[in-house]
């Protein structure tokens, strides 16, 4: 079974620009989330959308928005982007909830400069 | 509000020695406390998990010990090997009701020298 994966592995872009960020769930799962790791803050829970509709939302500005697909896999946006933007962009599935397990990907790392 | 405090931030072990992580919440609704491991330039895998209503569990090496009174729980690696070397988190996450929403440590940098 594949894993999840996410798309592009690196990024680099201009403040005030915006980005999208891409994931493809492992097969059957229906929960997809959204995480934001940086050496500073640790890894920081952005969104998390099952069966199309945001179930849970971290505190993070509008700028960041998702969406997911009917076909599971989700996307990620980042708009206005600003230096302090640039971190590794993880994606994680599960089937259910956090307990069926969760399962990452590798990660986007987005660069702002 | 960091919600879940981790410790050390960083800690070297000799190979077959025992590491120990630390970790404390805040968040009484919390009732699942997973452990993750997390290699350089992967995402996190996880390791072990355990429900307040357990007070320890043992998977191979990896124990999780867990204190509901203190709200604390920790994770203790047996025989530390090389391959050990790593980043630890530990997280919460409340309810299944909620959905999925983990609250992570800040991470725990593990170096098992040979």
């Known amino acids: 079974k594949a894993g999840v994966t996410q798309t592009p592995r690196y990024l680099i872009k201009t403040r005030g620009q915006q980005v999208t960020l891409s994931c493809s769930p492992i097969?059957?799962?229906?929960?997809v989330s959204w995480y934001q790791q940086t050496p500073g803050q640790g890894l920081q829970f952005l969104f998390e959308y099952f069966s199309e509709t945001q179930r849970n939302k971290g505190n993070f500005p509008g700028r960041f928005s998702g969406r997911q697909f009917s076909n599971s896999r989700s996307e990620m946006n980042v708009s206005t982007l600003e230096l302090g933007d640039s971190a590794l962009y993880l994606c994680?599935?599960?089937?259910?909830?956090?307990?069926?397990?969760?399962?990452f990907g590798n990660g986007t790392r987005l660069t702002v400069t | 509000q960091q919600q879940v405090k981790q410790s050390p931030q960083s800690l070297i072990v000799q190979k077959g020695g025992i590491s120990i992580i630390n970790c404390a919440y805040e968040n009484t609704a919390f009732d699942y406390f997973p452990w993750y491991q997390q290699f350089p330039g992967k995402g996190p895998a996880l390791l072990i998990a355990i429900r307040p209503d357990v007070s320890e569990k043992k998977e191979g090496r990896f124990t999780i010990s867990f204190n509901k009174s203190a709200k604390q729980f920790s994770l203790h690696i047996m025989d530390s090997q090389p391959g050990d070397s790593a980043t630890y988190f530990c997280a919460a996450s409340p309810p299944e009701t909620s959905g999925s929403r983990l609250t992570f440590g800040e991470g725990t940098q593990l170096t098992v020298n040979p």
């Open positions: 994680a599935s599960s089937f259910w909830t956090t307990r069926s397990p969760l399962h």
């Open positions: 097969s059957g799962h229906r929960s």
